[in-house]
């Protein structure tokens, strides 16, 4: 069974995504339905949306599909990985709104396409620590010469449980081991932060991965966290450019054949369970 922490859904008749605009690829929707048909049939039991960077002033209504996907009968929906603003002074209003919201288990808020210092401002900063003793989460989406910045901030909020996107996004395509293995490697010295292996394939040769490009960066991931700190996302449909959720799903069960079955059953749904429910 498979707890799917990473899915993004787009919904253009009902959202505004901006980005998508020069993102043609995926400018297209991506429904709960869809993503439905596919989950049940590798055996995704629960599944967190991850939000995909809306307008702005539609991070509430965002939340809000999010939340009638959950009262769905038999959903597997579990809840939301909300976007936020923390570089905005307005954050605190925004984040007691937050905790009224059951639907919200975390934030994220992109930072792979934002300059390398946002993080790194006291408004930013400061916002982030406000999530201690709240049990709302935040998740990192940062490219490998950024992990630098967020283990100044991880440092910054030793209470607050962060999550590493994407294994750091590495460059898997070229094969780029460092500088990334070893800025992860720092990183994951810091104990409130966990990786998320998800939708690596995305980040191979779209025509011509193999398993071979994808292990080294996979186990050294799992090397520098350990088991008990990972968690599975497919990232859908970003998959989809490296062969989509099947394909990430037979990927992982490949990569984790000689796990033993406590620790396969940590990374794939019992961590993800333990810390958001």
């Given at each position: 069974m498979l707890y799917d922490t990473h899915l993004h859904l787009i919904y253009p008749d009902k959202l505004r995504y901006p980005w998508l605009d020069s993102f043609e690829v995926l400018n297209k929707p991506?429904?709960?339905?869809?993503?439905?048909?596919?989950?049940?049939?590798?055996?995704?039991?629960?599944?967190?949306?991850?939000?995909?960077?809306?307008?702005?002033?539609?991070?509430?209504?965002?939340?809000a599909l999010v939340a009638d996907l959950m009262a769905l009968p038999q959903s597997p929906m579990r809840g939301a990985i909300s976007?936020?603003?923390?570089?905005?002074?307005?954050?605190?209003e925004f984040l007691d709104w937050a905790q009224s919201?059951?639907?919200?288990?975390?934030?994220?808020?992109v930072l792979h396409v934002m300059p390398d210092g946002?993080?790194?401002t006291?408004?930013?900063?400061?916002?982030?620590?406000?999530?201690?003793g709240t049990g709302l989460t935040f998740d990192l989406c940062v490219l490998p010469h950024q992990l630098v910045w967020a283990s100044q901030l991880i440092d910054h909020c030793p209470e607050v449980t962060f999550i590493l996107n994407?294994?750091?996004?590495?460059?898997?395509?070229?094969?780029e081991i460092e500088p990334w293995g070893s800025s992860l490697s720092e990183l994951a010295k810091r104990p409130n932060v966990l990786a998320k292996i998800s939708g690596l394939i995305a980040y191979g040769d779209p025509d011509n991965w193999s398993l071979d490009d994808l292990r080294p960066f996979f186990e050294h991931t799992v090397s520098a966290f350990g088991h008990s700190r990972l968690v599975w996302g497919s990232d859908s449909p970003v998959c989809n450019l490296g062969g989509g959720l099947e394909t990430w799903v037979s990927a992982?069960?490949?990569?984790?054949?000689?796990?033993?079955?406590a620790d396969k059953a940590a990374f794939l749904h019992d961590n993800a369970k333990e810390l958001w429910g």
């Open positions: 991506s429904t709960f339905d869809t993503y439905l048909t596919r989950a049940h049939r590798v055996g995704i039991t629960g599944c967190l949306h991850m939000e995909v960077d809306v307008a702005e002033d539609q991070i509430k209504e965002e939340t976007a936020c603003r923390p570089e905005d002074p307005n954050f605190p919201v059951p639907t919200i288990k975390g934030f994220r808020r946002l993080s790194q006291d408004t930013f900063r400061n916002n982030i620590k406000r999530l201690t994407h294994c750091g996004v590495p460059d898997v395509k070229a094969r992982t069960h490949a990569l984790t054949n000689t796990w033993q079955a």
